[in-house]
């Protein structure tokens, strides 16, 4: 399942619109039902309106009326190099924790299809909740 998403992350890479930071983010997101949506990152020149990958994957399925999510694989790096792990950014681990469980899974992966794994709960322990 690993290398899967991560090839899609790395397809859904290549729509970025990156043109300030030549930083590219690709992720696919696998939603319980077993679609997966694929996300890219999309800069703005006011920066603020800018989308990161993982939140545009999460905005299509929840568009769609999709809910409820296993896993997401990210990949990023400048000019489309995936050579490092990319981890997402805290409003992105904010949107996964209004959506996932503390146990789904963020796969970051590489071009060689090499990858860590966290849950969401590692990567966001004591997030803000809807009971808070």
Request: aromatic residues 12%.
């Amino acid at each position: 399942m690993e290398e899967s998403l991560i090839k899609a992350a790395i397809l859904a890479a290549q729509n970025s619109y990156s043109p300030y930071s030549n930083f590219t983010v690709g992720s696919a997101l696998l939603a319980e039902n077993g679609k997966i949506y694929l996300g890219c990152n999309i800069e703005n020149g006011a920066y603020t309106p800018s989308n990161c990958a993982e939140r545009t994957a999460f905005f299509k399925a929840i568009s769609e009326g999709v809910t409820k999510f296993k896993a997401i694989a990210i990949v990023g790096g400048h000019d489309k190099n995936f050579d490092d792990f990319c981890s997402p950014c805290g409003v992105c681990r904010q949107v996964m924790s209004e959506f996932c469980s503390k146990d789904f899974e963020i796969i970051l992966g590489k071009k060689d299809l090499s990858y860590k794994k966290y849950t969401l709960e590692e990567l966001l322990p004591h997030s803000f909740e809807l009971e808070d």
